[in-house]
């Protein structure tokens, strides 16, 4: 009996010691690992501080190159005969499009005078790949309208404004149709013909696929070079208590008494639609015949027209005869264009609209009653007929 237990107190004793030295072993390899851990960690705070000055470092770098840059160039600009020429300022910064607009809206006559106005005006806004990816976008679906940035890039006068600034003849002040053909300084108004041919305009956003964004309630016309493309923040944006001048508060002053259709037009614009509806993005001749009424809703004449009617058929074709800006604005230049004086009635001229390279005729009489007569396959290349996405994106209004 006493041998026995003496065997079995030896066995646990040694079992007792065996735990404790695999504890201790156990307890080494665990401090091991926490230095080794903690070196790690001590190495890649190290690694990450030098990180961050050799970026510092490398962006004051750039940011001394740019500055040499800078000064380099107004240097040579000072000193190049040529230089006033080429550019207006030793200062400029040129900018390339990053996008392009694919509107409804074939020619300047036409084109909503401020955005949102005509909420059935369709756009497919589409990125430049090769300047920006088509990630960029993402997340802009989140949001309801966003802000674009453009160029009034049909205005007549660019080439002199940027080529030749000296006498490019730049008018301080522009006609205004809500003051009846008074003038106003250019920069109270939207008028395209600026110092900077820059425009603003905030658009509904419909949809987000792949590089395409589609817009609606635009005020843009075909082919329009996007520079940005920014959300919209109501909190920021919409400034509470802003106050306009009282001219701009007659919102009756554009309006129309009335928008008719003759008899014939609705067979007329069907038969334009067989054509058209291949390539639109409206679902049928009904829905472009909604957005032709929307868009006549306003008075879209220039000041010259509705002052001194003419019969501009060649000419309103074109689009040449108004300077039409998102505001209304006319220049003088586009007043000298359009202001060819006839004898005519205002309601005997002949008006025409193009929209979804549909050619729309219609009159407008003394008490601004327009009756919408003929419909016309237009001649006018409309950049968006070649969109082949035209057909999925109806999807999103359906």
């Not at 190495?43 to 940011?63: F, H």
């Not at 109270?188 to 425009?199: D, L, W, Y």
């Not at 409206?282 to 009617?309: C, G, T």
């Amino acid at each position: 009996m006493e041998a026995a237990g003496s065997r079995w107190v030896g066995t646990a004793a040694a079992a007792a010691v065996a735990l404790a030295l695999a504890g201790f072993s156990a307890r080494r390899r665990w401090r091991r690992r926490c230095r080794a851990l903690a070196e790690r960690v001590r190495e890649l705070e190290a690694q990450l501080k030098a990180s961050v000055e050799k970026g510092a470092a490398e962006r004051c770098g750039r940011i001394r190159a740019q500055q040499a840059l800078r000064k380099a160039l107004a240097r040579g600009q000072e000193t190049s005969p040529s230089s006033s020429s080429s550019s207006s300022s030793s200062g400029s910064y040129p900018m390339t499009p990053m996008a392009t607009v694919r509107s409804c809206f074939s020619t300047r006559n036409g084109t909503p005078r401020q955005p949102l106005l005509v909420p059935l005006a369709r756009a497919c806004l589409t990125l430049d790949t090769s300047r920006v990816p088509p990630g960029a976008l993402e997340g802009l679906a989140e949001y309801s309208h966003c802000w674009i940035l453009y160029v009034f890039h049909l205005n007549t006068d660019l080439e002199k404004l940027w080529k030749h600034p000296s006498r490019s003849g730049f008018k301080a002040k522009v006609r205004v149709p809500r003051l009846k053909g008074g003038k106003m300084g250019v920069l109270a108004t939207r008028s395209p013909h600026r110092p900077c041919p820059i425009g603003l305009t905030v658009a509904k956003v419909e949809g987000v696929d792949g590089r395409a964004v589609l817009l609606s309630g635009v005020d843009l016309v075909d082919g329009t070079p996007v520079l940005d493309i920014k959300p919209y923040l109501p909190y920021s944006d919409c400034v509470r208590g802003a106050r306009t001048p009282t001219w701009l508060q007659e919102s009756s002053s554009l309006d129309v008494a009335s928008v008719q259709f003759s008899e014939g037009f609705s067979s007329l614009l069907a038969k334009c639609w067989e054509a058209a509806g291949k390539w639109s993005l409206y679902a049928s001749d009904d829905e472009l015949k909604d957005l032709i009424r929307q868009v006549l809703s306003w008075d879209i004449r220039s000041m010259s027209q509705r002052n001194r009617p003419h019969d501009a058929t060649s000419a309103d074709k074109s689009g040449a005869s108004d300077v039409q800006s998102d505001m209304g604005n006319e220049s003088d230049e586009g007043s000298r264009e359009s202001a060819r004086a006839s004898s005519l009635l205002p309601d005997e001229v002949t008006y025409h609209l193009i929209v979804e390279g549909v050619d729309i005729t219609y009159r407008i009489d003394e008490n601004s009653n327009i009756m919408v007569e003929g419909a016309s396959l237009s001649n006018i290349k409309n950049n968006s007929r070649h969109s082949g996405s035209n057909a999925t994106w109806r999807n999103k209004f359906s």
